[in-house]
């Protein structure tokens, strides 16, 4: 199987392009980080070959904070290229429309955040997500359809999966490099300790795949809202939503099963936390799980006693893996785990991964190199799930029979 790619556009054609540039807002803005410079390349290329590109993209999930639309998207995406790019606040509508008939050679217009259109969620069969109106009515305004957004491949979504089944599809520069370095990865073998260090907000993603990929894995070294559930489900008064958050009760719910099996057929393979850091007062404060109380307690990262025992774990390893960030490392107080270890991966010659949009943004942030490990990918579960040898269902739309 593989892909056609932009080396097979014909000049001249209108291209309709899927990226991911979802990202972290804080206070309202959005932060720039690698999913845009590494988009970007894909865009210029195809405005220095003179293609008109219409840009879909999301921006977070209806209901959260950063849900927003992408006016900010469309000039950040313009501050790393020599182009212009506008954006439409408007995803298959008349302005929509009107703006894409306006959109010359050589141009880049960015639509609205694609989960504000009608029919791009929830997850279905791509003949489902082919037949709505979002695709029915943007396919015909275009020659092509590329899809750059390997770091969205997992989600059956309109934009991702609906548009292959009815236009010719190709594949982007970032879709490829992505593709091809995560499925050598996946196919690697290791000869000592393999590692992978879980972390981040979307537990449901990680938990997920512990059970495929725990063969592979020696130890999994869990931070953030996995590593809380987990140690919630060991008894702990941690993983509790504080005030009216909604980060663990839904996780909770969808995934205790799941958690209750890893622990009885994988526990020795499960590294939680033995101490863990809360914000009070504006200070980091520290204390041993076996201390904690009270579910009130907002936990913001692991201890740094833990910390340091997942670095020497890291150390000892001939692969270490990470997804997720293991605290709230955007705020430094709360960035001692996922520093502590990161660094310990960047000095150590083992084979090194990191993914995910905003755990990456975690080495830049804190003036590690990307040099220092093997491959630092912009896909977060997309990567982890193709480390368990699974197809991403947004690239197996792309491929065609050789
Ligand atoms: N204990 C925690 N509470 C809230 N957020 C956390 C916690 N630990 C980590 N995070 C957040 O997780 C985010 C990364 O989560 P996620 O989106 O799942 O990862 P990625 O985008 O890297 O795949 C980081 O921005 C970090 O602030
Ligand atoms: O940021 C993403 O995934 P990631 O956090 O796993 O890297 C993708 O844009 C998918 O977003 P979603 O998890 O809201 O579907």
Redesign the pocket.
């Known amino acids: 199987m593989s892909f056609q790619t932009l080396d097979d556009l014909d000049d001249g054609q209108r291209v309709l392009i899927r990226f991911d540039l979802n990202s972290?807002v804080e206070d309202g803005e959005v932060q720039d980080n690698r999913r845009f410079a590494r988009h970007a390349a894909t865009l210029s290329e195809l405005l220095d070959r003179d293609f008109a590109v219409a840009v879909m993209a999301h921006q977070g999930r209806p209901g959260d904070d950063d849900f927003v639309s992408l006016d900010q998207h469309a000039e950040i995406l313009a501050g790393h290229i020599d182009h212009d790019v506008a954006h439409v606040d408007d995803t298959f509508g008349e302005a929509a429309l009107s703006a894409i008939d306006d959109l010359d050679q050589g141009e880049a217009l960015v639509l609205e955040n694609t989960r504000m259109a009608d029919g791009e969620l929830p997850e279905e069969e791509p003949e489902v997500k082919a037949e709505t109106e979002f695709v029915q009515t943007l396919a015909p305004e275009f020659d092509a359809y590329v899809n750059d957004a390997y770091s969205a491949a997992h989600r059956s979504h309109a934009s991702l999966v609906g548009f292959p089944v009815v236009m010719d599809a190709y594949a982007g520069r970032v879709m490829e490099t992505e593709y091809e370095a995560n499925t050598a990865i996946a196919e690697k073998e290791f000869d000592g300790q393999v590692t992978m260090a879980m972390?981040?907000?979307?537990a449901t993603?990680v938990i997920g795949v512990i059970d495929h990929i725990g063969d592979k894995i020696d130890d999994f070294l869990l931070?953030?809202?996995a590593g809380?559930l987990f140690l919630r489900a060991q008894g702990y008064p941690i993983g509790y939503d504080v005030g009216d958050m909604d980060?663990f009760t839904t996780q909770w719910e969808n995934n205790q099963e799941i958690i209750e099996e890893i622990l009885a057929e994988r526990g020795d393979q499960i590294t939680v936390a033995t101490d863990v850091a809360y914000g009070e007062d504006g200070e980091r404060v520290e204390v041993d799980v076996d201390d904690v109380d009270e579910k009130g307690l907002g936990?913001?990262?692991i201890g740094t006693d833990t910390a340091e025992q997942y670095a020497d774990v890291a150390r000892d390893s001939d692969a270490v893996f990470v997804?997720?960030?293991?605290?709230?490392?955007?705020d430094e107080k709360f960035s001692t785990g996922t520093v502590t270890v990161l660094e310990a991966i960047a000095e150590t010659d083992c084979f090194s991964v990191v993914?995910?949009?905003?755990?990456?943004r975690a080495i830049t942030m804190y003036g590690m190199s990307e040099d220092s490990f093997d491959h630092v990918s912009i896909a977060?579960?997309a990567y982890i799930r193709a480390l368990t040898g699974a197809e991403l269902i947004g690239v197996e739309v792309l491929q065609t029979e050789d």
């Open positions: 972290p972390g981040g907000t979307k993603d931070g953030g809202i809380q980060l936990i913001m990262d997804k997720g960030a293991l605290g709230v490392f955007e993914g995910g949009g905003d755990t990456s977060g579960g």
